[in-house]
């Protein structure tokens, strides 16, 4: 038997590989281009007065208030973490959010 697997073998080794079949190259249609719509302008209104520049999202007070207790405590660390003046960072650090709204 194992004669018999030499022989197989060999025959499928002296077999041409198979070629994929060829492909057709697509075909590109040619692209069809809208025509521009026309703005017709507003007597006294320029593009700019049409549309506003979108506002500032405000902050809410629970924001405002995080972001105070936020710098507060880094005010806290900046000082050596020494109690006592919790107040004080509390009222400087309201300023400064405060002023940058």
Excluded: C, F
């Excluded at 060999?10 to 069809?32: D, I, N, T």
């Excluded at 302008?41 to 924001?63: D, F, I, M, N, Y």
């Amino acid at each position: 038997m194992p004669a018999k697997k030499n022989k197989v073998t060999a025959a499928k080794k002296m077999a041409a590989p198979k070629k994929p079949a060829a492909r057709k190259p697509a075909v590109k249609k040619p692209a069809v281009k809208k025509p521009k719509a026309v703005k017709i302008p507003v007597e006294g209104k320029t593009p700019a007065a049409v549309k506003p520049a979108p506002a500032k999202p405000a902050l809410s007070r629970h924001e405002i208030q995080r972001r105070i207790r936020v710098a507060a405590y880094y005010k806290y660390l900046k000082r050596g973490g020494q109690h006592g003046s919790h107040a004080q960072d509390w009222k400087e650090a309201e300023k400064d959010i405060l002023s940058q709204l």
